[in-house]
T-cell receptor, first 113, second 116 residues
């Protein structure tokens, strides 16, 4: 079965460091989403792209977070500088088109010390 | 604002008990509805979806959900739960039009703990 692939699966780093998370959407899927999941806030949409164009990043703190899709097979989410409150599980999801279900990756568990 | 509400934060059941998890959405117009399940330490997986047609939708692992338009509800049910159903369940809605097109709105999730 085709899967959304996220790397790394786990990341532990000190505050102030740059963190880059990567996502490979399922081949043929034109929409890619980044979510953050925490115990307190649940699942939050950070940003999403359709056909590599950013459509909505209103859920993302702009001062330190950035999301890009350099090509159709790679989406990145970068945090610079990282802070302890960024500790969470970050999920990427993709879907084939509008009104189709999203398929989620395994997530990146991020811990900022 | 469009939203999805899940009424129960944590549900604890014994094996073989019946399950119903509530979900209400606040969209107007055409809406697509989903239930996702997240097993401990894993990613979200699609349980079932409703786009149109028969409002009673059957999903994987014996789950079903009923879309009741008049109540803006899409409750998840299972007649007899198993210990392996212990997970967190998310209801989600997608407006089929408008500025939020493409943006799947998730509820806060309901944790289900099944006691063996």
């Amino acid at each position: 079965d085709a899967r959304v692939t996220q790397t790394p699966r786990h990341k532990v780093t000190e505050m102030g460091q740059e963190v880059t998370m990567r996502c490979q959407p399922i081949l043929g899927h034109n929409t890619v989403f980044w979510y953050r999941q925490t115990m307190m806030q649940g699942l939050e949409l950070l940003a999403y792209f359709r056909n590599r164009a950013p459509l909505d990043d209103s859920g993302m703190p702009k001062d330190r977070f950035s999301a890009e899709m350099p090509d159709a097979t790679l989406a990145t989410l970068k945090i610079q500088p990282s802070e302890p409150r960024d500790s969470a599980v970050y999920f990427c999801a993709s879907r084939r088109g509008d009104n189709q279900p999203q398929h989620f990756g395994d997530g990146t568990r991020l811990s900022i010390l | 604002a469009q939203s999805v509400s899940q009424h129960n934060h944590h549900v604890i059941l014994s094996e073989a008990a019946s399950l119903e998890l509530g979900c209400n959405y606040s969209y107007g117009g055409t809406v697509n509805l989903f239930w996702y399940v997240q097993y401990p330490g894993q990613h979200l997986q699609l349980l079932l979806k409703y786009f149109s047609g028969d409002p009673l939708v059957k999903g994987i692992k014996g789950f079903e959900a009923e879309f009741i338009k008049s109540k803006f509800s899409f409750n998840l049910r299972k007649p007899s739960v198993q210990w392996s159903d212990t997970a967190e369940y998310f209801c989600a809605a997608l407006s089929a039009y408008g500025g939020s097109q493409g943006n799947l709105i998730f509820g806060k999730g309901t944790k289900l703990s099944v006691k063996p």
